[in-house]
């Protein structure tokens, strides 16, 4: 069983992204700018923030953070996606998700120009993304691929069984690992909260990538020996060994089910650092115009 | 084994249409206007946009063909597409395609108005049915599902098996049949080139949606007793008993295939004319600005 260590290969981009950065600023080139919006203070939204915060840092990225309080008005909070738009010093902007029931999440992801759209909600980067055209790959997904490519799992006409059929995760996933490229042209099956047999289904799966944000759901008896393991899952559970009083806990029960694999990802350590990198090489891209000439 | 009339179910749907239209009509609106751009002579385009014409005038449309020689410019084209984007008559329209090779049929779709285009190809419209958010449908996916939904077919938890991921049809059906939606919340799996064992994953199969463009594909031993089976292809095979010297073959060997099915659609009479009243029925959506408020 290898494990595949999210936060060595995370690190190791981070640097590839930082030789690459040095280079461009050498020649006179303009330091990529990531802006991130934040609104309100809760815990888990503050945490991300940090890290990619910190993440912009060790890429020489310039990074401004935008704070609003979670009363903020709709028309405000779009006020400043459109500001952000027009800046011609920032490269690339998120807004941190979940945002307070008032306010319109897609509303707000729509307004974002796509072209700086380096988190790849907009409609046009996920529809690019299905059509196989260049775009701005939403991080998770492209965290997931970069994990197999750079342990070089075969992906091609293998049996890839994703649970969870959500729009950050699941949905593009199964798109990506259905395209003809590696990794990809896998045998793609989407399961939900709607399907049956869902072990007997897992049991198929020579790759299972897990995104339901149920802890501890895939279980031993659910996984093909030899089977490659993704997991996404990063629920809070509470705790009374860590000093914060909870731990992340993954999608699989991973004491059990790692035995059996091939690779399997541990959380945290796994997909989560590949997620912020992925925003970081977004930025980069962003910041090349190697996505969107203009 | 129930035969699913496309035919019939399509002639309905545009008499439903034409009644939506003559009322709207009456009560002093415009008649929906629908354009397509036919480029060079190809026999397949000619027919098919023959058969959209057809149908306008069964809907009560205004329909508007417009001809261009196989040698017209890309920059000729994209300016007629500008032009017909502009004009405030045309509620919808559609580029045929294939386009001869000198021609980007994927700049083409990016510059018609994602809001007049009601064949669903561009990148928007492709984004925004994968998050689940209104928009065009492309013609094919949907008269799929609208098959599905007339003949009260189960599909939630069902094992759906697509075959084939090209951007028309596999790919966005299998977006559909995945969403928390009737019809779909199946359990999706798409099948290509790169695909083992996919006697065996037919096999499995409750619905098998063919869209391979490979004649009489589907063997009756790769299907399951008591399968629904919708048949996307449609090619053009020599024949010696139809005056036009071909005829059309579907995907799935029907003779053999359709005793042993719940339901079937036969080739041609099944998906092929539901795919030209989705079309007439986005024209519709259009024409009322149902989709887009603006």
Redo the contacts between chains.
Sequence with gaps: MTLIDGKAISAQIKQEIAAEVAEIVAKGGKRPHLAAILVGHDGGSETYVAHKVKACGECGFKSTLIRFEADVTEEELLAKVRELNEDADVDGFIVQLPLPKHISE?KVIETIDYRKDVDGF???????M????PCFVSATPAGILELLKRYEIPT??A?CVVLG?S?IVG?PV??LM???AYPG????????????NLAE?CRRADIIIAALGSPEFVKADMVKEGAVIIDVGTTRVPSTVTKSGWKLKGDVDFEAVAPKCSFITPVPGGVGPMTIVSLMRNTLLAAKKAVYAD
């Design positions: 897609q907009h409609p046009i980067n996920v529809g690019r299905s059509i196989g055209l091609k006409g049996e059929r729009n949905k199964a798109a259905m395209q003809k042209n896998a045998t793609v099956t989407v399961c939900h909260s709607a399907t049956k289904i």
